[in-house]
């Protein structure tokens, strides 16, 4: 039963189909729980932040859905190896990974220390392999499977004070690419997301840059100029939603993807495109 008048696709069209999704207790990565669960499946949502993993799971199961969680650390590959174990014992099957666990903070690259490079590209790109190389004996074995990755757009031009970020999803627009043509013999098809600015809490939080860095805050701005700012530099006009974002992971979930492998699909309103021809900047 679809509860959102706004909703496209058919109720119970993931039925049967075992989700697992990184991160998936808060941001972006609830609001794609949501729609699966909406949609029939039974989402796994996995973080490192037990804190976030129950008061999601009780909001999905409040309203007639499936859902379970399950603790992790992606950047431990025994943890992400105990994660899959966990989720193929307790569900029998797992026929989409969403990698979308990330982190990230704004730092001058030659202030950078090895540990914060290190840390964020242990979180978004060592994860993102682990996880997917975690799955693959599952899926194999069941015939099929999915995984959509979180990419981003930032390094299509270069983002200064991401250094760490831009090259992890680099990375995983490479791994991507590979793993799509690599695991195609086995039917498991290997997709990235790339969302534009998704105004969040954790984002809103995480995205402060130092006071002196020069790059425009635009998370901490108030609401009413977060829209001005969206209607200037965004061509669609609007800052996104996880629904936005979420909508496409359906749709890659869905009969609708069985031909679509290799794909990053940016989900943005426009705005990096925008961006390069100087949209909004006058
Ligand atoms: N500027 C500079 N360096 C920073 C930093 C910042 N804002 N935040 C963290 N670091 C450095 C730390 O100093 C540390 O390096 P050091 O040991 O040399 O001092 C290293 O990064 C690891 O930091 P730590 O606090 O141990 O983080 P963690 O490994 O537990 O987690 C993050 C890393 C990215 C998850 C964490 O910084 C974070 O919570 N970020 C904001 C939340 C977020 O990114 N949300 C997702 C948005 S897409």
């Known amino acids: 039963m ?31 729980a949501e729609l699966l669960a909406e949609l029939g499946a039974h989402v796994v949502l996995a973080s490192r932040k037990p804190e976030h993993l129950d008061p999601s799971v009780q909001s999905l199961l409040r309203r007639g859905w499936k859902a379970s969680a399950v603790p992790v650390d992606v950047r431990d590959v025994e943890a992400v190896r105990a ?20 982190g990230n903070f704004y730092v001058p690259s030659a202030e ?14 060592f994860g ?29 031009r270069g983002w200064p004070l991401m250094a760490h970020a831009t090259a992890a999803k680099a990375g995983i627009d490479a791994l991507t690419r590979t793993l799509a043509v690599e695991w195609a013999p086995h039917n498991i098809l290997v997709n990235a997301i790339a969302p534009g ?33 969206a209607r200037r530099t965004i061509p669609l006009g ?8 979420a909508n496409m992971v359906a749709f890659l979930a869905s009969p609708a993807g069985d031909w679509i492998t290799g794909g990053i699909f940016v989900i943005d309103g426009g705005e990096w495109l925008a961006k390069s021809a100087g949209w909004g900047t006058s």
Not at 115 to 125: F, H, K, P, Q, T
């Open 2 to 32: 679809t509860t959102d008048p706004t909703q496209v696709f058919r109720p119970g069209l993931l039925q049967g189909q075992v989700a697992l999704i990184t991160g998936g207790g808060t941001g972006i990565g609830f609001g794609i």
């Open 83 to 102: 994660m899959v174990a966990t989720v193929k014992a307790e569900q029998g099957r797992i026929d989409l990974l969403v990698n979308n666990a990330a």
């Open 112 to 125: 950078m220390s090895p540990n914060a490079w290190r840390s964020v590209l242990e979180i978004d790109l």
């Open 128 to 156: 993102t392999f682990f996880c997917t190389q975690a799955v693959f004996p599952v899926m194999k074995e069941q015939g099929g499977g999915r995984v959509v990755s979180t990419s981003m757009t930032l390094h299509y």
């Open 197 to 229: 600015p998704i105004p969040t809490e954790g984002v809103r939080k995480a995205f402060a840059p130092p006071a002196n860095s020069g790059v425009a805050d635009v998370f901490a701005e108030t609401e009413k100029k977060l829209d001005a700012h």
């Open 238 to 245: 609007r800052m996104g939603t996880p629904r936005d974002i």
